[in-house]
């Protein structure tokens, strides 16, 4: 079978271009055009001989997002792709234009284990983990398609990064190698359901990525009804986790809590929350609950979602609440999904219909 060359790191690459006896400037070529340019086929090479793109092309392959469809936001600038796999499965991207520069939500599984109950991505079930040209390959399309450089990641589409732990390590160091797309650490950003095991290991891998915690609950009871990873581990566990990342890194935290109407939204879960967190070196972002049509969770209202902010405030938390992007695309937090298999479904109901 031929090799995954994209997925290898640059150290990796030089190694193997060593093995093949290949020198270590055709290393630093191909490594710039597959991170740097990325390109999607060898031919694209121009300044390898033919010969040796005809060999490379024996030997390895390079995994691509093809893009299948485009959704663009009418009330803003929000861009949501539906990417096609080299076998066929698909995956969902987000671009968002901030003042900053571009940012991009991309998926990391095809498919979710973890069953949060407001969240699309885990209604189809899990298929598979993305490889790290994968994960990658969702930026360059991206970039190619909008014409821009993406300045920023961050690890919340489709997925559960840290149940994908090696190839989501590998793209780290690939993504921010000198050598490829050069892109800081300290602008990418993985969040997790709170893995506790995996978010100790990720505290000693000598990244300088934010880590986003959805927490989501201020109680253990409360976290368990909106997701299923709390029976496994408790907040007694997840947050001195979070803690020991912080001491370790140095870098903030992130907690992302959704607000669901009248499920986790009031004064006293706000006061729990101000407790749960105090002493954590941390920031707070408030993400309004956003519906996707197999559940009945509401958001809360305005005036419940700027209560519960000030109340944070008079116990001196960071907090922001998230701005909504792209939700007449189902582009928002908790609605991507693999698109393709509702359209198949529905498909197959409307030729049924019709019979
Ligand atoms: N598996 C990772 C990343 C995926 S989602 C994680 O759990 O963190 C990114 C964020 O969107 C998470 O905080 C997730 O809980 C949140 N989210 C999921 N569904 C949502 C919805 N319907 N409304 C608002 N936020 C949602």
């Not at 792709?81 to 995956?91: A, H, I, M, S, T």
């Not at 997925?159 to 090696?166: I, Q, R, S, T, V």
């Not at 709170?194 to 290991?201: E, H, K, M």
């Amino acid at each position: 079978m031929k090799e995954d060359i994209k997925s290898l790191t640059y150290p990796a690459l030089c190694q193997r271009f060593g093995d093949l006896g290949l020198k270590r400037f055709r290393a630093d070529q191909v490594y710039a055009w597959l991170h740097k340019v990325g390109v999607q086929d060898f031919e694209e090479m121009t300044n390898l001989s033919k010969d040796l793109r005809s060999k490379l092309d024996e030997w390895f392959t390079i995994p691509a997002c093809r893009i299948e469809e485009k959704y663009v936001s009418a009330v803003d600038d929000t861009v949501k792709y539906l990417f096609r796999l080299n076998d066929g499965e698909y995956v969902e991207s987000v671009v968002m234009h901030y003042n900053y520069g571009y940012t991009i939500c991309v998926s990391s599984q095809v498919g979710c284990k973890m069953g949060c109950t407001f969240c699309a991505s885990t209604l189809a079930g899990f298929q598979r983990n993305l490889l790290p040209a994968e994960i990658e390959s969702q930026v360059h399309a991206a970039q190619k398609d909008l014409g821009c450089r993406i300045s920023h990641i961050v690890m919340m589409g489709i997925g559960e990064p840290l149940d994908n732990y090696d190839n989501l390590i590998r793209f780290i160091r690939i993504l921010s190698d000198e050598k490829g797309q050069n892109i800081s650490q300290r602008n990418l950003t993985v969040s997790t359901c709170g893995l506790v095991p995996r978010i100790r290991q990720l505290a000693e891998e000598d990244l300088t990525i934010t880590l986003a915690l959805s927490l989501h609950a201020p109680n253990d009871e409360k976290r368990k009804e909106l997701m299923p990873i709390a029976y496994k581990y408790s907040l007694s566990e997840v947050l001195p986790a979070c803690k020991y990342y912080f001491e370790k890194t140095g870098r903030r935290l992130t907690f992302e809590y959704s607000l669901v109407g009248g499920k986790n939204d009031s004064q006293e879960d706000a006061r729990q929350l101000a407790g749960l967190v105090r002493g954590l070196n941390c920031h707070i972002n408030l993400i309004p609950v956003n519906p996707i049509k197999e559940r009945n969770f509401v958001q809360s209202d305005k005036k419940v979602i700027e209560n519960f902010k000030n109340k944070l405030e008079k116990y001196r938390i960071n907090v922001t609440i998230r701005r909504e992007m792209g939700r007449d695309i189902d582009g928002a937090c908790g609605q991507l999904r693999k698109k393709y298999s509702d359209r198949q479904e529905n498909a197959t109901k409307d030729s049924a219909e019709e019979k």
